[in-house]
């Protein structure tokens, strides 16, 4: 106990306590440092107001999506302007091909009459307009053998 009581009655002066200089400034430092100071400042303005003109702002990010958009725009109106062909009637089809296209298609095909016929009747199909009669020549049909190459 007499130490502790002896260490808090002692009372410490700061003037009693050396002191050693840990830093030390290099020769001139404060005499030069406002000039140093404000060169530094003038380098940071110029930079500001150089960055203020010269910025340089790209813009194709922009037009990526300006041409994404119109590519779209595109086909929607495409879309709309010419729809699709939903109507999938047999009849209006068949009225699109001419009556030389399915002769040629059937003369290549390996269908003939007598099959044709059949499926008519087995599926109840009636020809509305009866097959006009005509007088054909042997000379006739041998052309018409020979054009369709029968």
């Known amino acids: 106990m007499s130490k502790e009581n002896s260490n808090s009655d002692k009372k410490i002066r700061l003037d009693d306590i050396k002191t050693k200089s840990q830093y030390k400034a290099p020769d001139g430092y404060f005499e030069n440092l406002t000039a140093s100071i404000d ?3 003038d380098e940071e303005e110029s930079k500001v107001e150089e960055s203020k003109f010269a910025k340089v702002v790209s813009l194709r990010k922009g037009w ?19 729809p699709l062909n939903t109507d999938n009637n047999p009849e209006l089809l ?15 095909s390996e269908l003939n009459t007598e ?8 599926n109840d199909i009636s020809v509305e307009e ?18 369709y190459a029968l």
Not at 67 to 75: D, Q, W
Not at 94 to 108: G, M, P, Q
Not at 115 to 122: F, H, M, Q, R, Y
Not at 134 to 142: K, P, W
């Open 64 to 82: 990526y999506y300006i041409a994404a958009s119109l590519a779209a725009a595109c086909v929607v109106i495409a879309f709309w302007v010419f």
């Open 94 to 108: 068949l009225s699109k091909v001419s009556n030389d296209e399915i002769i040629a298609y059937l003369a290549y």
């Open 39 to 41: 060169k530094l400042i």
């Open 115 to 122: 099959d044709i016929v059949n499926e008519l009747v087995s």
């Open 130 to 147: 009866p097959m006009p009669e005509f007088e054909l020549s042997n000379e006739d049909a041998d052309a018409l053998l020979d054009y």
